[in-house]
């Protein structure tokens, strides 16, 4: 399916000071308002409406992974670079094993032949829905929780196997948060809000680009490189790393009071706050990350 190209909301940026004076941006633009975190059902034709902004002809990138026009031609174009010059590294044994083991995910797409990704989408209904019955693989239903449309399979073309994955890892470990997201429990709605599915395919690409993780064989970015340290450590630093990139994104959007036009510039503030975070000296464990506390909320 194609979708005709519509205006970016992303502004592109490759350096700390462009990251801050987009901060100043969002500031002046919200009246000033710190986001409440940080101081202490989509129906079918909203759904439809974002996807608009969101996704375009699937295109394939040079690192094997299925992309879409809007995130590889525009939305995520800060380039990482900054640190290419001034920092090098060696990885630990352990480091290059599970950064390998990680890109290694990133580059299977979703293939809705196979028995064993037709399993874990069935897998997520039924932590999303454990009282519903899915009729199909195929079937309206998927709408409901947030898909573009009644085949899902359509909508990883913008990231693949690896975000089925991160939602059912938030499925699964963290149920409370996922199902306050997933349902809308929390906070002062939007009339049109974001769909979940969708959104949660946008924050692992954006966790991707934003880590460097692309760039073989090691991230060069600051952030990227202090989230080496937490893979050390954790294993699974990446996917509990798309719980709280999540659980802050709803955060952002309920205090910007944002609406499914602004879903970008949510997510950019998202993607800012993280980084700023990865780049703190003091974190040595997922758990160190002042947001990781959203989880619990």
């Known amino acids: 399916m194609k979708f005709r190209k519509r205006r970016q909301y992303f502004p592109a940026c490759s350096s700390h000071r462009q990251v801050e004076e987009d901060e100043a941006w969002e500031r002046r633009e919200k009246g000033n308002k710190e986001p409440r975190w940080q101081r202490s059902s989509s129906s079918a034709h909203v759904i439809a409406h974002l996807a608009k902004y969101l996704?375009?002809?699937?295109?394939?990138?040079?690192?094997?992974?299925?992309?879409?026009?809007?995130?590889?031609?525009?939305?995520?174009?800060?380039?990482n670079r900054r640190q290419d010059k001034a920092v090098d590294y060696t990885l630990s044994p352990l480091q290059e094993e599970r950064l390998?083991?990680?890109?290694?995910?990133?580059?299977?797409?979703?293939?809705?032949?196979?028995?064993?990704?037709?399993?874990?989408?069935?897998?997520?209904?039924?932590v999303a829905f454990p009282n519903v019955h899915l009729t199909g693989l195929v079937t309206e239903q998927w709408k409901?929780?947030?898909?573009?449309?009644?085949?899902?399979s359509t909508d990883f073309r913008g990231c693949g196997f690896i975000a089925l994955e991160n939602l059912l890892f938030s499925a699964r470990t963290y149920p409370v948060c996922f199902r306050r997201l997933l349902l809308k429990q929390r906070g002062d709605r939007a009339k049109w809000e974001y769909p979940f599915a969708v959104a949660g395919i946008n924050i692992s690409f954006m966790l991707i680009q934003m880590l460097d993780l692309q760039n073989n064989p090691k991230p060069k970015c600051l952030p990227g490189m202090n989230f080496l340290k937490l893979l050390e450590e954790d294993e699974r630093a990446f996917d509990v790393l798309y719980c709280i990139a999540f659980a802050m994104m709803d955060a952002q959007w309920?205090?910007?009071?944002?609406?499914?036009?602004?879903?970008?510039?949510?997510?950019?503030?998202?993607?800012?706050?993280?980084?700023?975070?990865?780049?703190?000296?003091?974190?040595?464990?997922?758990?160190?990350?002042?947001a990781y506390n959203l989880l619990f909320q």
């Open 100 to 126: 390998q083991r990680l890109q290694d995910r990133m580059v299977v797409p979703f293939d809705e032949t196979r028995p064993d990704h037709q399993e874990s989408l069935k897998a997520l209904w039924n």
């Open 254 to 290: 309920l205090a910007m009071h944002a609406s499914y036009m602004e879903f970008n510039e949510v997510l950019q503030a998202t993607r800012n706050q993280l980084e700023r975070e990865l780049s703190l000296d003091d974190i040595h464990r997922i758990q160190d990350l002042p």
């Open 55 to 79: 996704f375009y002809e699937p295109v394939v990138t040079a690192t094997g992974m299925v992309g879409t026009r809007s995130w590889i031609g525009g939305l995520f174009t800060r380039s």
């Open 144 to 152: 409901e929780m947030g898909w573009q449309g009644p085949n899902p």
